[in-house]
């Protein structure tokens, strides 16, 4: 399973770029032990690398039982992220500093959906 983004995933992201702001649905499912990995990813990236970029977390939980869902489907957390731009996400995801930080962030997942959306008009 995909857990981080690939390099030609970050270039159809940015080529495929409708303008604008961006938020960042992130559906997370903790390896064994994770959560502990994920917080410091949490802190560290919410601390240093989205102010950097000028992101912000919207929102962030843990995942309650599912009203409507397939098995498989249910999510230990999710997070919405906002970027000014879906530029400033990529430089962010490329900075070396930043990836010092994202191997907490692999090993703490076991799956995980990182998917952009745009506001309904």
Request: proline share 7%; net charge negative; charged share 30%.
């Amino acid at each position: 399973m995909a857990i981080d983004p690939s390099g030609e995933d970050l270039r159809n992201f940015v080529r495929d770029d409708p303008g604008g702001p961006v938020v960042m649905l992130n559906l997370l499912r903790f390896a064994p032990d994770g959560r502990e990995s994920y917080d410091r990813y949490a802190r560290e990236v919410g601390t240093v690398f989205l102010p950097r970029y000028g992101g912000e977390v919207l929102y962030a939980g843990d995942g309650d039982t599912a009203l409507v869902a397939e098995d498989g489907q249910q999510w230990d957390a999710v997070l919405l992220v906002r970027y000014p731009s879906r530029d400033a996400f990529s430089r962010m995801v490329a900075d070396p500093e930043y990836q010092q930080f994202t191997e907490l962030r692999t090993a703490a997942l076991r799956e995980a959906v990182l998917q952009p959306t745009r506001p309904w008009r």
